[in-house]
T-cell receptor, first 112, second 114 residues
C-alpha cells in the first residue's frame, strides 16, 4: 500500500533556530515528492518539488533533500521565523505524476 | 503558475441542506481535483473533475453526496449534499500544472454544519 509518513507530528522551536522535518514513503512507482506549507485556514502552498534524479532543492530558508534509494526526504528550515508556524505536508506522486498521496503533516510552532 | 479563486471561503450551514463550492482558475486546465481536509487531518482526495466527462470519485465518496460539475476548462463546482455535522471540513480545489510540476490550491472553503 502506498503510504507517506511524516515525523514529528508536531514541533515547537524558538525563533531563529533551525529544524528538520522528516518524510518516509513507500509509493511506487515514484514520480515526484513535494513539500507544502499550509497556514491555518489557508490552502497549501508549494515549497519544493523534486523528481527521482534530484537530491536537494532550496527555496529561500527551506531546503529539501531526497534519497530515492531509502525513500526518505527531509525539509530543513534555517533561522526560523514566527511566520514559519504552519503545517508542512509531504506529498508523493506516483505513476504519471498526477495521483498523489498526502502525508499527515508536521505542525510547526515557532515561538518568540 | 495558476491563480485559483475559490468561494465561499467559509460557511455555516444547517444539517440537511446543501452547499455548492465554486473554483475558478485563471487558465485552462484539463484536470481539477477536489479535496477534503477534516479537522487536524491531511488532505483526502474526493474526486477528479475532467471537462467533458463525469468526475472520477475515490473510494468512500459518491456522486450523490458530492456532485461535481465541470462545464469548461476554467471552472468547477463541488456540492456537499444533505449535510451532516460529519461533513464539517475544509474543502479545497487544486490544479496540476504538469506531471512533475507544482500543483496549485485554492484558499479552501471552511464548512461548519450545525
Amino acid at each position: 500500500k502506498n503510504q507517506v509518513e511524516q515525523s514529528p507530528q508536531s514541533l515547537i522551536i524558538l525563533e531563529g533556530k533551525n529544524c528538520t522535518l522528516q518524510c518516509n514513503y513507500t509509493v511506487s512507482p515514484f514520480s515526484n515528492l513535494r513539500w507544502y506549507k499550509q497556514d491555518t485556514g489557508r490552502g497549501p502552498v508549494s515549497l519544493t518539488i523534486m523528481t527521482f534524479s534530484e537530491n536537494t532543492k532550496s527555496n529561500g530558508r527551506y531546503t529539501a533533500t531526497l534519497d530515492a534509494d531509502t525513500k526518505q526526504s527531509s525539509l530543513h528550515i534555517t533561522a526560523s521565523q514566527l511566520s514559519d508556524s504552519a503545517s508542512y505536508i509531504c506529498v508523493v506522486s506516483e505513476g504519471g505524476g498526477f495521483k498523489t498521496i498526502f502525508g499527515a503533516g508536521t505542525r510547526l510552532f515557532v515561538k518568540a | 503558475s495558476a491563480v485559483i479563486s475559490q468561494k465561499p471561503s467559509r460557511d455555516i450551514c444547517q444539517r440537511g441542506t446543501s452547499l455548492t463550492i465554486q473554483c475558478q482558475v485563471d487558465s485552462q486546465v484539463t484536470m481539477m481535483f477536489w479535496y477534503r481536509q477534516q479537522p487536524g487531518q491531511s488532505l483526502t482526495l474526493i474526486a477528479t473533475a475532467n471537462q467533458g466527462s463525469e468526475a472520477t470519485y475515490e473510494s468512500g465518496f459518491v456522486i450523490d453526496k458530492f456532485p461535481i460539475s465541470r462545464p469548461n476548462l476554467t471552472f468547477s463546482t463541488l456540492t456537499v449534499s444533505n449535510m451532516s455535522p460529519e461533513d464539517s471540513s475544509i474543502y479545497l480545489c487544486s490544479v496540476p500544472t504538469g506531471p512533475n510540476t507544482e500543483a496549485f490550491f485554492g484558499q479552501g472553503t471552511r464548512l461548519t454544519v450545525v
